[in-house]
């Protein structure tokens, strides 16, 4: 574990990299799955709470690996096995979820503990591997420990709480700071204890393709609403828009999404990662969520909901809307730079999402409203590639002269 060449050519995800990406398929099924059950009930804040913490608990395991790989991936013998005790971790947390959402939906108490092991497996793993970089990399020894030792500090609280339970409010709140801990440790490793040799195309990549895992619910929420349709009143109109409807925002998306310059900004600007890679937590979360709200869609078609309408369309748009305004600020805050034609963009988008549930509320056919939907981002989709690429190109020119 030298540490990888941070300008290494042609670099690119790795098959053990996928490999484990694939458990995070599960993870964020589940979890969306979970969400769409509960929002389909009504019991929004238990539904957005446990949301909330499996998202965090998942992605923010899969950054940490991702970035140690992106600069100590050896994949020597040593480096797979860890790796695989990290997948079962995964495992773990994503099978656990179903009593973490059921306990927060019944008020009691809040049941993480298996959730919480699973988090700690894949923690206490990656502490190993912070040490042997920095047995073995001298040079980014200051930042290894400092990965180490806030991860070590961490999941000491973490553990606590496996054998602690506590009503919600107190798990919150030791939550909230076990959470702002592990928030802490990225940024004292890369802006005071000098950094470790990331290669930012790769680990643009390696974002891209986690968004491409999440933006596989949005493809299973779609199927979910054409099998209610089909088994409700067979192949119809309704079904054929449905399909149009959920395959255009899946696709909208993943479009909106590959708009982002990250690897050519990155790596210019390694000091803009930490933001970056924080907000795409938020990022995830918002595509996972539109997957789980085409299942709340397909319950509802399937008169298994208890909310109306505008509450469907609603578990769908908010999420949308939310990840279109993340990556427009994503865009800005890496290139620096602000054009009204931009915030016109957003103005379309938000009064897509506002028509799509005015129609809901006036009696529109659910069909029809995510079709209304679906245009959400496509809006800046179009504004790109008919002319805001000129303003693109122009800001990305500055940026790498800078």
């Known amino acids: 574990m030298s540490g990888r060449d941070p300008h290494e050519h042609h670099r690119v995800a790795t098959p053990l990299e996928l490999l484990f990406d694939l458990t995070f398929v599960i993870a964020f099924g589940l979890a969306a799955s979970q969400l769409a059950h509960l929002l389909a009930e009504g019991h929004y804040a238990a539904g957005l709470l446990g949301f909330s913490f499996a998202m965090f608990a998942t992605c923010w395991a899969w950054v940490n690996f991702s970035w140690f790989a992106s600069a100590f991936d050896t994949d020597d013998w040593i480096y797979r096995v860890t790796t695989m005790v990290q997948m079962v971790g995964v495992l773990i947390l994503a099978l656990s979820l179903p009593r973490l959402f059921a306990s927060l939906d019944h008020g009691a108490y809040v049941d993480n503990g298996i959730m919480v092991l699973g988090y700690v497996v894949m923690r206490v793993a990656m502490i190993f591997q912070w040490l042997r970089a920095a047995r073995q990399y001298p040079e980014g020894r200051a ?15 973490w553990i606590a709480l496996i054998f602690i339970n506590m009503p919600l409010l107190p798990t919150m709140m030791c939550s909230g700071a076990l959470i702002l801990v592990e928030l802490t440790g990225p940024v004292l490793a890369e802006r005071k204890a000098g950094g470790t040799p990331w290669h930012a195309h790769h680990i643009a990549e390696r974002h891209g393709l986690l968004a491409m895992i999440a933006l596989g ?3 299973v929420g779609t199927v979910a609403l054409i099998s209610a349709i089909v088994e409700a009143q067979g192949w119809s109109i309704d079904a054929i828009l449905i399909c149009v409807a959920g395959t255009g925002l899946t696709f909208g998306m993943w479009w909106l999404y590959f708009l982002l310059p990250s690897g050519q900004v990155l790596h210019h600007h390694r000091q803009r ?120 190109t122009k800001a990305l020119r500055q940026v790498l002269e800078s």
């Not at 420990?145 to 609280?157: K, L, P």
């Not at 993340?326 to 988008?349: D, H, K, N, P, Q």
């Open 143 to 157: 930042a290894c420990f400092a990965y180490a030792s806030t991860i070590f500090v961490a999941q000491i609280g």
């Open 217 to 219: 619910e949005g493809v």
């Open 273 to 392: 990662s930490l933001v970056w890679g924080y907000g795409h937590i938020l990022v995830f979360a918002a595509i996972a969520a539109t997957g789980a709200g085409l299942h709340v869609a397909a319950y509802y078609i399937e008169h298994k909901a208890h909310i109306g309408a505008v509450a469907t369309v609603l578990t769908v748009a908010v999420p949308v809307f939310a990840y279109v305004a993340l990556i427009f600020a994503l865009y800005v805050y890496l290139l620096r730079s602000m054009e009204s034609f931009y915030l016109l963009l957003m103005a379309g988008t938000a009064a897509i999402v506002v028509l799509a549930v005015i129609g809901a509320a006036v009696g529109i056919g659910m069909a029809f409203c995510l079709i209304i939907l679906m245009l959400a981002p496509m809006v800046p989709v179009a504004g790109y590639e008919i002319k805001g690429h000129h303003y693109g």
